[in-house]
């Protein structure tokens, strides 16, 4: 069963150009998370998706910025006209649906390096 | 809200010592508690997490933590490390009701790093 599949691993873009990264979550999981790891920190959350439907993007910045989660296809966090400060891991995570009190593993994938 | 605050940025332990990692929280409402470790250039492996019940949980690897809620703390503790538990290791928290899903909120991390 293969675990939470990010590609691309690492990507590299000039000042001004898109991100896109890619996120496949283990099967059976419809809960997608995105994270972001900037240098010497521990991880921040971005946002939660269920499929079409972004739930939660509290942590998302307010421009650039967009995640989807399609009925078909892996989960896309986009970043527009990216800037040196974008530069962190972003890890992608799913786990199953859970019940109202939360709690279950959230699987991370190995992430995307841009 | 919640908050985690990893007390050292790093711990160096020669191998088969023992090793204590620490872990604070804060929250207003009750919280699930987790550890998580990084190893370089990879993403983050669970290691043990602690929803209810026994205060003290066991997880993979032969770490475990207590949980203590006056102190509201969750400390990661190994009898004998080995030189390949060198790695970053996170603490993190999610509140609870959750409205379904764990909205983790992590710590800064720790860096272990075991000598031979």
Partial sequence: ?114 | AQSVTQLDSQVPVFEEAPVELRCNYSSSVSVYLFWYVQYPNQGLQLLLKYLSGSTLVKGINGFEAEFNKSQTSFHLRKPSVHISDTAEYFCAVSGFPSGGYNKLIFGAGTRLAVHP
């Fill in chain 1, 1 to 114: 069963n293969a675990g939470v599949m990010q590609n691309p691993r690492h990507l590299v873009r000039r000042r001004g150009q898109e991100a896109r990264l890619r996120c496949s979550p283990m099967k059976g999981h419809s809960h997608v998370y995105w994270y972001r790891q900037l240098p010497e920190e521990g991880l921040k959350f971005m946002v939660y998706l269920q499929k079409e439907n972004i739930i939660d993007e509290s942590g998302m910045p307010k421009e650039r910025f967009s995640a989807e989660f399609p009925k078909e296809g892996p989960s896309i966090l986009r970043i527009q006209q990216v800037v040196r400060g974008d530069s962190a891991a972003y890890f992608c995570a799913s786990s199953v649906q859970t019940g109202s009190t939360g709690g279950n593993t959230i699987y991370f994938g190995e992430g995307s390096w841009l």
